[in-house]
């Protein structure tokens, strides 16, 4: 095995669920949002004249809400198609409201989201709690209401809400603040905060407020097209997986931010340990790609897995376990291989030894279920090694 792999196992079936704390009430997210978020892939790109088929119009959420709906995206679970920053008009209305830049969006965002609507598919949208977006556009401060309302009119169905130019010690305040607004307007609008990610420097979050508030909550840094920088998410995951994992369940969960095409090896890592992390999977890439329409790996059991072990640059992650680690195997268990190919490795017990190669920066991803009733195979009397 090389010195450079990673490697993820899933243990996965195991139905127990230890309840998390209260989620936010909008009977949204009971399982990790799935859906297309635009940031990684076209950033801040809005110059039409010069690239019309990359940059942030309403033209662009049409063309993937045709090709999420019509490549079989929808089939396989992926709802939601999200704008992210750079949608808005510098300046508010003469209400006070935001409104879409009117050369980009001339049919507004309501229209929009109509159009979304009739694929079958779901809105989103994008503010920040503070005064400007990272971007620079107006921000919701002093506006938490009239957005709230403004997004509800719109019928938008989820909410990013970013935490740049905000007064660190009004994060809280200012999140809860717009959990409320949302709330008042009687729409249910997925709230997907940033609210952790901006408070871990100057001081521990309190996940159990921001459960109450968010549906889901960035904790670190944003992701970027590069395994380094998704092994940095696992790092900081694992390093905080105390704090963070308990506060994961139907309802409200941990965003390790978006998945988009890496190499395939890269790739299928991404998707299952996104997957054990019970995080949303919100891709980001140019629709016209191809990327892993992964449904199978998106388990709704809700519990949130842990890195388990770590022996140089080789890893084992865990999701969701209802007795401590291959104890699921006593007196017997079923293994089956997911990634990087299917196979279907049997009936395994305590004595039996598995072997699984991985590439570089690859996975194998196994799904282990414990079995009630016991196989009497004379094969697994002697120990067995799969490679
Ligand atoms: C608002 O909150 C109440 C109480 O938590 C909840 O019952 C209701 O469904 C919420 N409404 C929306 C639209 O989220
Ligand atoms: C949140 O709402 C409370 C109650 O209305 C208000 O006093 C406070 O200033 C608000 N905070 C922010 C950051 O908007
Ligand atoms: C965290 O938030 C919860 C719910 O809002 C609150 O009851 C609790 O007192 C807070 N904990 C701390 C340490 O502030
Ligand atoms: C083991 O799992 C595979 C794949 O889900 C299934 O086809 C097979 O019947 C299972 N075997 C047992 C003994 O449960």
Not at 84 to 102: E, F, I, V
Not at 179 to 191: C, D, V, W
Not at 249 to 256: A, I, Q, R, V
């Given at each position: 095995?090389?010195?450079?792999?990673?490697?993820?196992?899933?243990?996965?079936?195991?139905?127990?669920?230890?309840?998390?704390?209260?989620?936010?009430?909008?009977?949204?997210?009971?399982?990790?949002?799935?859906?297309?978020?635009?940031?990684?892939?076209?950033?801040?790109?809005?110059?039409?004249?010069?690239?019309?088929?990359?940059?942030?119009?309403?033209?662009?959420?049409?063309?993937?809400?045709?090709?999420?709906?019509?490549?079989?995206?929808?089939?396989?679970?992926y709802e939601y198609v999200c704008i992210d920053d750079c949608w808005p008009s510098h300046q508010r209305d003469a209400q006070g409201r935001l409104q879409a830049d009117p050369q980009r969006f001339p049919g507004g965002i309501k229209r929009l989201a109509?159009?979304?609507?009739?694929?079958?598919?779901?809105?989103?949208?994008?503010?920040?709690?503070?005064?400007?977006?990272?971007?620079?556009?107006?921000?919701?401060?002093?506006?938490?209401?009239?957005?709230?309302?403004?997004?509800?009119?719109?019928?938008?169905?989820?909410?990013?809400?970013?935490?740049?130019?905000?007064?660190?010690?009004?994060?809280?305040?200012?999140?809860?603040?717009?959990?409320?607004?949302?709330?008042?307007?009687?729409?249910?609008?997925?709230?997907?905060?940033?609210?952790?990610?901006?408070?871990?420097?100057?001081?521990?979050?309190?996940?159990?407020?921001?459960?109450?508030?968010?549906?889901?909550?960035?904790?670190?840094?944003?992701?970027?097209?590069?395994?380094?920088?998704?092994?940095?998410?696992?790092?900081?995951?694992?390093?905080?997986?105390?704090?963070?994992?308990?506060?994961?369940?139907?309802?409200?969960?941990?965003?390790?931010?978006?998945?988009?095409?890496?190499?395939?090896?890269?790739?299928?890592?991404?998707?299952?340990?996104?997957?054990?992390?019970?995080?949303?999977?919100?891709?980001?890439?140019?629709?016209?790609?191809?990327?892993?329409?992964?449904?199978?790996?998106?388990?709704?059991?809700?519990?949130?897995?842990?890195?388990?072990?770590?022996?140089?640059?080789?890893?084992?992650?865990?999701?969701?376990?209802?007795?401590?680690?291959?104890?699921?195997?006593?007196?017997?268990?079923?293994?089956?291989?997911?990634?990087?190919?299917?196979?279907?490795?049997?009936?395994?017990?305590?004595?039996?030894?598995?072997?699984?190669?991985?590439?570089?920066?690859?996975?194998?991803?196994?799904?282990?279920?414990?079995?009630?009733?016991?196989?009497?195979?004379?094969?697994?009397?002697?120990?067995?090694?799969?490679?």
């Amino acid at each position: 095995m090389s010195a450079d792999n990673i490697v993820a196992c899933l243990l996965a079936l195991v139905v127990l669920m230890s309840p998390a704390a209260d989620a936010l009430d909008n009977g949204l997210a009971l399982k990790p949002t799935m859906g297309w978020l635009h940031w990684e892939r076209f950033m801040c790109n809005i110059d039409c004249d010069k690239d019309p088929d990359n940059c942030i119009s309403e033209r662009l959420y049409m063309q993937v809400a045709d090709v999420m709906a019509k490549e079989g995206w929808k089939e396989a679970g992926y709802e939601y198609v999200c704008i992210d920053d750079c949608w808005p008009s510098h300046q508010r209305d003469a209400q006070g409201r935001l409104q879409a830049d009117p050369q980009r969006f001339p049919g507004g965002i309501k229209r929009l989201a109509d159009y979304v609507h009739s694929k079958g598919l779901k809105l989103g949208i994008y503010a920040d709690v503070g005064k400007n977006t990272c971007a620079g556009y107006p921000g919701s401060l002093g506006y938490y209401e009239t957005d709230a309302q403004t997004f509800a009119d719109w019928d938008v169905d989820l909410l990013k809400f970013d935490g740049c130019y905000m007064d660190w010690t009004l994060l809280g305040e200012g999140y809860v603040n717009m959990s409320k607004a949302l709330n008042k307007t009687g729409r249910s609008i997925l709230y997907s905060c940033e609210w952790p990610l901006y408070e871990w420097p100057f001081q521990k979050p309190n996940y159990t407020a921001i459960r109450e508030a968010c549906n889901h909550w960035r904790n670190f840094a944003d992701v970027y097209d590069s395994w380094s920088s998704i092994k940095s998410i696992l790092d900081w995951t694992a390093s905080h997986q105390d704090v963070i994992v308990p506060s994961a369940g139907p309802g409200g969960w941990n965003d390790p931010d978006m998945v988009f095409c890496l190499s395939h090896a890269q790739q299928e890592s991404q998707m299952a340990l996104w997957a054990i992390m019970a995080a949303p999977l919100l891709v980001s890439n140019d629709p016209r790609d191809i990327c892993p329409h992964s449904k199978e790996l998106q388990d709704p059991l809700g519990n949130q897995g842990y890195r388990t072990a770590k022996v140089d640059n080789f890893e084992l992650w865990e999701r969701p376990l209802a007795v401590p680690g291959w104890k699921i195997c006593d007196p017997q268990c079923n293994v089956t291989q997911i990634l990087p190919q299917y196979k279907e490795m049997g009936v395994q017990t305590p004595e039996t030894q598995m072997v699984v190669s991985v590439n570089p920066s690859g996975t194998a991803l196994l799904t282990i279920t414990p079995l009630q009733k016991l196989y009497w195979d004379t094969s697994l009397r002697r120990k067995h090694t799969i490679l």
